[in-house]
């Protein structure tokens, strides 16, 4: 039987172990904080990260990630961007101190500060290769709240090692949840990372109570920016029309449970970010994800009017009306 260890037992940690759980599969979570593992295992809720949420008592969480990692096929990291390299240097530690390999899957959605590695590079860099057989991500549209809530989810598993990714599709896949698999890792991790910033646009707009017409002119007009920060990185521009491109645009730019939509409408209605920040209480990706990418596009001289724009209104405290009148009235040009 698969073994699944899961690190991180925030709201998307803790939706895709109790998915596993649900199925049988033999999953156990990790959490740096004592108290949520005591709650997980005795109350089985996770009030703080998924509120109002029963898990499945099959679930088991461990605060000491040895007991968690031993013996397990796959490990999964679900844990902000700040935090990858920190916990994969704890799992490479483990994973050295129990001469243990494993397959490495992440489901992380953003760049790293400075850098602008993708979370398999950081990875990549902290684990020693010998430590893993494979790599692979669990990416495309899917809130923790609608997932443990039974809400049907169809999610995209990228690796370029396909029996990797169908150890993680076979314990993630039920009457509810569909992971299809793909082999490009790369284009994969970067649709999670990139419509977290279109996604910050798109609540803005609705903070300031402009309409749909707005919104799909926002996402489409985004797509494109996705697409072309992927072929620059080496993505295959397909997977941006697949789930973890323009599904998970949909997803992150219209619905109210995505923590960058929320953000993008509290700007957009006049908050300050550290007050969004303060008072979301769980981790907004797509706000360093600006600052990476529009860096990115000034080293690579990449033309992101979107990015641009929200670089400056997060960054430079620039207005956010004048940003979109700038965007809207810039020379006239072919769709491309
Ligand atoms: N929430 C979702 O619906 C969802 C869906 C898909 C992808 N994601 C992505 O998953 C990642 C995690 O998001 P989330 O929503 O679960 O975040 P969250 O804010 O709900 O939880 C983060 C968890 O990480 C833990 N953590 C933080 N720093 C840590 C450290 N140094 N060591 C150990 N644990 C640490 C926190 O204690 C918390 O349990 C993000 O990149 C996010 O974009 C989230
Ligand atoms: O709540 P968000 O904005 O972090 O988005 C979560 C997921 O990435 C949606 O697929």
Redesign the pocket.
């Known amino acids: 039987m698969t073994k699944i260890a899961v690190l991180g037992a925030g709201?998307?940690g803790t939706a895709l172990a109790n998915t596993m759980a649900i199925n049988d599969v033999d999953v156990q979570i990790w959490s740096h904080r004592a108290d949520q593992v005591e709650e997980i295992n005795q109350q089985h809720t996770n009030e703080k990260y998924l509120p109002g949420a029963q898990l499945s008592p099959k679930l088991q969480a461990a605060a000491d990630m040895t007991t968690a990692v031993k013996g397990a096929d796959l490990v999964l990291v679900v844990v902000p961007t700040k935090a990858i390299r920190t916990v994969g240097e704890q799992l490479a530690a483990v994973l050295t101190s129990l001469n243990q390999q494993v397959i490495l899957a992440h489901a992380t959605?953003g760049l790293e500060q400075g850098t602008h590695l993708r979370i398999s590079e950081m990875l990549r860099e902290v684990v020693p290769a010998e430590r893993y057989s494979a790599l692979t991500v669990v990416?495309?549209?899917?809130?923790?709240e609608d997932v443990i809530k039974g809400d049907l989810t169809a999610v995209s598993i990228g690796a370029t090692d396909k029996a990797a990714a169908g150890v993680l599709q076979a314990a993630l896949a039920n009457q509810h949840f569909r992971p299809y698999t793909n082999q490009d890792l790369l284009g994969s991790e970067l649709g999670?990372a990139l419509?977290?910033i279109i996604?910050l646009g798109s609540g803005m707009l609705i903070g300031l109570g402009y309409g749909v017409n707005a919104q799909a002119a926002l996402l489409t007009r985004g797509l494109v920016e996705m697409r072309e920060v992927g072929q620059k990185m080496g993505a295959q521009p397909e997977t941006f029309l697949g789930l973890a491109g323009i599904g998970?645009l949909i997803?992150?730019g219209m619905?109210p449970?995505?923590?960058?939509?929320?953000?993008g409408r509290a700007l957009g209605q006049g908050q300050q970010l550290e007050q969004v920040q303060a008072e979301m209480g769980?981790?907004?990706?797509?706000v360093n994800t600006v600052k990476a990418v529009y860096e990115y596009s000034q080293a690579n001289h990449l033309d992101l009017p979107i990015t641009t724009a929200l670089y400056r209104v997060l960054y430079e405290g620039a207005d956010i009306e004048k940003q979109i009148t700038s965007l809207m009235t810039r020379p006239l040009k072919a769709e491309d």
């Open positions: 709201s998307w959605k990416s495309g549209p899917s809130h923790a999670g419509k977290n996604a998970d997803v992150t619905s449970n995505s923590r960058n939509f929320r953000a769980m981790v907004i990706e797509g």
